[in-house]
């Protein structure tokens, strides 16, 4: 522990040249006790010299060194390797922690098929996957882009009965959802829920994207309720995230109800079903909406600008003008992109003067913020 390596190995070899009494204990004591200190390199220079003085490690004492080598921050896959075949030349007969461990080493060294070939062979060394091993593998297959070979690893979880546990729930669920595979992540779900293991909110987050990513509205929308019932309300990406879905089809009043039923307050939604409504040549929708959001002090200076850039690009000045009066009396400070609105619209009826004008106000206000930031 005090750090004098060397002297510790001499006296390993010592003890067992000479076959003291009660060495092989100590040795496994040292091993264990090493592990526990986080002194990997002390455990396996004592793991070596039990192995030629011909003692054997107890597979409990493997697993921890292999668990400690695979696991947590200082992961040192080659060395977990390396301890793997100094288990086999002891002759130590793994169990299914030894392969998750062995497999989890191969995976990270970018040796997926010897890792695939250690599964395969799992019963014949007398194991049974766990959901640990599932979980591996899965992981592993998609992280390298070999997605259809992990729902088939998944189909034969299924088809073995190993019931997943919330571990594997937790890591494969966004995993799937990732790459669009909705139909995996929604069975993973509702074995979640088949066994009264309770989803967080980042599972249903996840889920809610992959379902508005697919325009499966209605799968989207019945989530959120869920999440809202069991008390966690959505956080506004995940809102933007379902008007972005509601504009895409074209339900624009639906959205409307949507954020007024379920009294969302937080401005990026509404922002983005500003978006929406102008996207869709909805303006008198968005007007109305922006009156709304501007009532309730939650129009903030994108809001504004949102629809002032609409007015701008479909050479609406006059209208422009209108709201930027509003925004000004609202005591919305005007940003770049106002500017640049008022800027795009002039040039483009051809009042190059009034666009310049807004080009140099917008130059002095940042010339004018950056000479405070310097001061």
């Known amino acids: 522990m005090a750090g004098k390596v060397v002297e510790m190995r001499d006296f390993c ?7 003291c009494p009660g060495t092989e204990e100590a040795f496994v004591r040292l091993v264990h006790s090493f592990v526990e200190h986080c002194r990997i390199e002390e455990a396996i220079t004592v793991l070596v010299n039990m192995n030629l003085g011909g003692y054997r490690l107890p597979i409990e004492a493997f697993n921890a060194l292999l668990g400690a080598l695979v696991g947590g921050k200082g992961r040192e896959f080659q060395k ?12 130590v007969l793994p169990t299914v922690e030894t392969l998750n461990c062995l497999m989890k080493a191969l995976f990270a060294t970018n040796q997926i098929d010897l890792g695939l070939d250690q599964f395969r062979r ?5 194991c049974n996957p766990n959901t640990k091993t599932f979980e591996i593998l899965v992981k592993a297959l998609i992280q390298n882009g070999r997605v259809d ?64 990513n697919n325009l499966q509205l209605d799968s989207a929308v019945a989530l959120i309720n869920e999440m809202i019932e069991s008390g966690m309300p959505p956080k506004h990406y995940v809102l933007v995230d379902i008007m972005n879905c509601f504009c ?14 379920r009294q969302v307050h937080e401005t990026a939604p509404f922002n983005t079903l500003l978006e929406g409504c102008c996207n869709a040549g909805e303006i008198l929708a968005a007007n109305v909406l922006l009156e709304t959001m501007s ?14 850039r609409w007015f701008c690009e479909n050479e609406d000045i ?15 400070i005007l940003d770049c992109a106002t500017y640049s609105a008022l800027v795009i619209g ?10 310049n004008e807004h080009y140099f106000i917008n130059l002095r206000q940042m010339l004018d913020f950056r000479f405070c930031l310097i001061f």
Request: proline residues 2%; glycine residues 2%.
């Open 149 to 212: 070979e992990a729902a088939i690893i998944l189909e034969q979880m299924f088809k073995v009965q190993c019931q997943p546990d919330l571990s594997f729930h937790t890591c494969i669920i966004p995993l799937f959802c990732r790459e669009n595979k909705i139909d995996e992540a929604v069975k993973l779900f509702r074995m979640m829920k088949d066994s009264d293991l309770e989803p967080d909110s980042f599972i249903y987050e996840v889920l809610v994207r992959c379902f508005c």
């Open 248 to 261: 895409e089809l074209g339900k624009i009043k639906e959205a409307i109800v949507f954020l007024e039923n």
């Open 295 to 308: 009532e309730r002090h939650i129009a903030d200076c994108e809001s504004w600008n949102i629809l002032i």
């Open 80 to 91: 977990a390797l390396f301890v793997y075949k100094e288990m086999m030349k002891a002759c």
């Open 318 to 332: 006059k209208k422009a003008h209108i709201l930027l009066g509003r925004m000004i009396k609202s005591f919305v």
């Open 122 to 126: 799992m019963k014949n060394k007398g």
């Open 346 to 355: 002039n040039c483009r009826l051809g009042k190059y003067e009034e666009a």
């Open 13 to 19: 070899e010592k003890m067992a040249k000479d076959r």
